[in-house]
């Protein structure tokens, strides 16, 4: 059983950058054919796409979120992280980690975290 866990703070102040880690356990990262997704939704909206990390470590971000997503892996701790600069109240959303099998496709999620941009 593939399991996903996002850790990060909770409360972002504006300008400052997020980072939020997703340990997988029951799977490796590296096994081929899987992406590693991170997924938010802002409170009274729906899922936002934010990007994922290939199994061989190819990295693709949202287009609107490009400018300021990066995302990264620690193969070692089976870990992969998001970091969002530059936050601003409207990033304030739960923050998701899934796994996905194919095109828009998501077989194993974390909980959620959520993150609130605030002063």
């Known amino acids: 059983q593939v399991q996903l866990r996002e850790s990060g703070p909770g409360l972002v102040k504006p300008s400052q950058t997020l980072s939020l880690t997703c340990t997988v356990s029951g799977g490796s990262i590296t096994t081929r054919d899987y992406d590693w997704i991170w997924i938010r939704q802002p409170p009274g909206k729906g899922l936002e796409w934010i990007g994922y990390?290939?199994?061989?470590?190819?990295?693709l971000c949202s287009p609107s979120l490009k400018s300021r997503t990066s995302i990264s892996r620690d193969t070692s701790k089976n870990q992969f992280t998001l970091q969002l600069r530059s936050m601003t109240p409207e990033d304030t959303a739960v923050y998701y980690c899934?796994?996905?099998?194919?095109?828009?496709?998501?077989?194993?999620w974390g909980q959620g975290t959520q993150v609130t941009v605030s002063s």
């Open positions: 990390i290939a199994y061989s470590g190819t990295t």
């Open positions: 899934a796994r996905g099998v194919a095109a828009w496709a998501y077989d194993y």
